[in-house]
């Protein structure tokens, strides 16, 4: 019984840990963005920023989007919009549920999901 408590602790402990764990914000390199990115920049900056800080480096509410977590092969283009149409329950570091964005059009989801992208691959994601 002793040795079960014992591995119950040390489970618990690193769950504690590992929930603890937020990403720092992150220096983004922003490249020269195309046209649709520059209109996903002004919309990120409006909507977004707020909790993903600018150039989506990540805030203390909110996670880095520039992050290898975010790449197309683990995140799609849809899930960007998904996110934003219908909420996210936090899942990969301990922030609060993200809400869902009513406020922000389907063309600018597009337009934003691409200026993420383009920051991504920017910054070495893809």
């Known amino acids: 019984m002793v040795i079960a408590g014992g591995a ?3 489970v618990g402990a690193w769950l504690v840990e590992r929930l603890d764990d937020r990403p720092a914000p992150i ?3 922003v490249p020269g963005l195309s046209a649709a990115a520059q209109a996903g ?3 990120f900056d409006r909507s977004c920023a707020g909790c993903h800080g600018p150039q989506a480096r990540g805030s203390a509410t909110g996670p880095p989007l520039i992050h290898p977590t975010y790449r197309r092969a683990h995140h799609a283009d849809i899930a ?4 934003v149409l219908r909420g996210v329950r936090a899942h990969h570091w301990r922030f609060d549920d993200m809400p869902p964005q009513p406020s922000v059009a389907a063309a600018e989801i597009a337009q934003i999901t691409r200026y993420v992208r383009e920051l991504q691959a920017a910054n070495g994601i893809d």
Do not use: S, T
């Open 8 to 10: 119950l602790v040390i």
């Open 41 to 43: 920049q002004l919309a």
């Open 27 to 29: 220096e983004v390199r």
């Open 80 to 83: 960007f919009e998904l996110a």
